[in-house]
């Protein structure tokens, strides 16, 4: 994917995702998330990320770490923070991230959906890219213990998980997400 002529977007899901009994709950926002996303976004050229959680609590609380960064005292003490941030906002779901983007681009985005499970016709990252030709991309990165099967099958594509050298496969969110950015936007994406 050319970088300089994509317009794609990410959003960190907090709900429906799994815990690890299985059960589909809402994770809690980590400060942390925030912050090193918008550093990712930053040096990858993701136009926009979204932080999204149901609970109203969670969603004050990423509207308060934006805006110490962006209008506050953080951003004026660090303007480099304050414009990795520039690109955060908080939504309630992933139904509110899609009309966002869509309004955005003027068209709906092409939804692409990671996971660390096997799925039935997950696609390496060039196959699922392409498919959304010119339309905008949003990518969905589950927190816990990834993303629904609902919200999966109501992607348009599912990447392949990253794979490592171990059966472990449970990698830091932040850490999947700079890999796939990476390889979608470091010229790596044939290696995937």
Request: glycine share 8%.
């Given at each position: 994917m050319n970088a300089a002529a994509a317009r794609v977007y990410a959003a960190l899901v907090h709900y429906p995702v799994y815990n690890r009994e299985g059960d589909i709950v809402a994770t809690s926002v980590t400060p942390l998330d925030v912050h090193d996303l918008g550093r990712l976004a930053l040096t990858y050229g993701v136009k926009g990320y979204y932080i999204t959680?149901?609970?109203?609590p969670q969603q004050r609380l990423v509207a308060e770490?934006?805006?110490?960064?962006?209008?506050?005292l953080g951003g004026d003490h660090s303007p480099h923070r304050k414009l990795a941030l520039s690109r955060a906002r908080g939504a309630a779901d992933v139904t509110e991230v899609f009309d966002d983007v869509a309004a955005r681009e003027s068209e709906e985005p092409?939804?692409?959906?990671?996971?660390a499970r096997a799925w039935p016709g997950a696609a390496a990252i060039p196959e699922a890219i392409a498919g959304?030709?010119?339309k905008p991309v949003l990518l969905l990165f589950g927190t816990g213990y990834g993303l629904t099967d609902?919200?999966?099958?109501?992607a348009d594509a599912v990447l392949r998980p990253i794979a490592g050298d171990a059966a472990f496969n449970h990698l830091p969110v932040r850490a999947a997400m700079a890999i796939y950015f990476d390889r979608i936007f470091g010229g790596a994406a044939a290696a995937t």
């Amino acid at each position: 994917m050319n970088a300089a002529a994509a317009r794609v977007y990410a959003a960190l899901v907090h709900y429906p995702v799994y815990n690890r009994e299985g059960d589909i709950v809402a994770t809690s926002v980590t400060p942390l998330d925030v912050h090193d996303l918008g550093r990712l976004a930053l040096t990858y050229g993701v136009k926009g990320y979204y932080i999204t959680n149901p609970y109203e609590p969670q969603q004050r609380l990423v509207a308060e770490i934006i805006h110490h960064w962006r209008a506050g005292l953080g951003g004026d003490h660090s303007p480099h923070r304050k414009l990795a941030l520039s690109r955060a906002r908080g939504a309630a779901d992933v139904t509110e991230v899609f009309d966002d983007v869509a309004a955005r681009e003027s068209e709906e985005p092409w939804v692409v959906a990671t996971t660390a499970r096997a799925w039935p016709g997950a696609a390496a990252i060039p196959e699922a890219i392409a498919g959304a030709g010119s339309k905008p991309v949003l990518l969905l990165f589950g927190t816990g213990y990834g993303l629904t099967d609902d919200l999966l099958a109501a992607a348009d594509a599912v990447l392949r998980p990253i794979a490592g050298d171990a059966a472990f496969n449970h990698l830091p969110v932040r850490a999947a997400m700079a890999i796939y950015f990476d390889r979608i936007f470091g010229g790596a994406a044939a290696a995937t």
